[in-house]
């Protein structure tokens, strides 16, 4: 104990001594520096993957003739989606970022020789239609610029340095993106496990970056015209009081989410294990079957096949305001097609896990609120909260995401969606833990290891070109 007490005391003392430092001050000065291209970087790859979706998808089609976006028009969008993907992971350095199949990483940056891989296999991903999100590229966008410009301007930095570098860009990327600079900063905190004395010498400069880089945000999207590409919810109804029986419902929801979660998550560990023996045709079969999945939603409700499509960042809102259009039979259907969806694109494609997770909890409380007692919002915020924590395994964050969303009635709701994130987290904790060996291996001890297999063709075997990122393991 005593031990402890004075290891806390000395952290305590550096933590202190860093923050009068000259050198903090010129980190807090690099913040600012750096807050402004990040950011400005950040908002144009958004504004790219805005205007393609719907070049690629509505605009296209009318070129070649057609009078609209025919029925089957996701699939050889999804095809060639597959095959760019499938192109810059097997070929291009940094083997186009980060694995989503492990979750929401917020750790380590990329070289900047990698980022150009990373950002032309997210454009293929995001704007051809897959499941996934943007986050994760635009952590790699604003870490690697942030950390590889003062590699190159200062050679030599310790280590710490040039991480807490990093992640200072990182926060300046993602600024604006979750509708609020705070909960992106908290988002980042908490999936990088900063705490202790340190917390507030590393959070500052990412604080401030972040804040510049709202503003940047704003001040480009109201210069252009373009808007800010951030996450928010207009026109939510006004959220009820909670009553004893939707604290019951968001039991369920907690629940419910775990499980679906799981399933989602085992579909696309096992497609990813295949995956990385025959990239190139397994990811284009697989874009295959997402864009097929959402043209099979479509047809089956009559609802548009962008339902399923993309990560449903721009979907979540009409979702909320168009509920009473959606019958349960429709939404049991956009949930079986939707979480199929991401399964796939977790596994082949390149992105972030957090908006699709928000999307299919949202449409899975949509479905809750067909059940007596159940208000449409707390049904709504209690479904994103759950599926959430169930993904990213940041329960903090959950519940900010979840009740910031809503907006001024996120209060009145928090208390449920508290209890379905803890039962969510719960849950999803007890079906990851691993099974305990049986057999001999267990009353005997580890035995010999099996004998080698023969080693891939070259040609099935994804490279590793110098110098690039590799995605952290789970």
Known sequence: MAGGAAGAEGAAGDADTLLRSRSYLVLLAFAVLLGVPVSAAAFGFLALVGKLEPLLYHDLPRGLGFDGTPPWWPVPLLAVGGLLTALCVRYLPGRGGHEPTDGFSAAGTPALTALPGILLAALATLAFGAVL?????????????????????????????????????????????????????????????????????????????????????????????????????????????????????????????????????????????????????????????????????????????????????????????????????????LLACKGLAYAASLSAFRGGPIFPSLYVGAAGGVLMSHLPGLPLVAAFATGMGAMSVAVLRLPLTSVLLATLLIGRDGLTVMPLVILAVVVSYVATAALSRPARPQGPQAAHGPQAPPAPTAPPHPEDRPPHPPGSAHPAGP
Not at 152 to 175: D, K, M, N
Not at 221 to 241: E, I, Q
Not at 261 to 285: F, G, Y
């Open 133 to 333: 999100g943007p986050e994760a590229p635009l952590l790699a966008l604003g870490g690697g610029l942030a950390a590889g410009s003062v590699r190159l301007l200062r050679p030599g930095l310790p280590a710490r340095v040039y991480a807490v570098v990093g992640a200072t860009g990182s926060f300046a990327a993602v600024s604006s993106l979750l509708g609020s600079p705070l909960l992106g900063a908290f988002l980042l905190m908490e999936a990088a496990g900063l705490g202790g004395p340190m917390l507030g010498p590393v959070l500052v400069p990412g604080l401030l970056a972040s804040g510049i880089g709202a503003l940047i945000f704003v001040g480009i999207g109201s210069w252009t015209g373009l808007g800010t590409y951030s996450l928010k919810l207009p026109n939510v109804p006004k959220a009820a009081d909670p009553t004893a029986a939707q604290f019951g419902w968001a039991l369920l929801i907690g629940l419910a989410a775990a499980l679906l979660a799981a399933a989602i998550r085992w579909l696309a560990r096992r497609s990813r294990d295949r995956v990385e023996v025959r990239r190139l045709p397994l990811t284009v079969l697989l874009g295959l079957l997402v864009a097929g999945l959402a043209v099979a939603y479509a047809q089956g409700s009559d609802k548009p096949a962008t339902d399923v499509l993309y990560s449903g960042q721009s979907a979540m809102g009409p979702l909320l305001s168009g509920a009473a259009g959606y019958s349960v039979g429709t939404l049991f259907l």
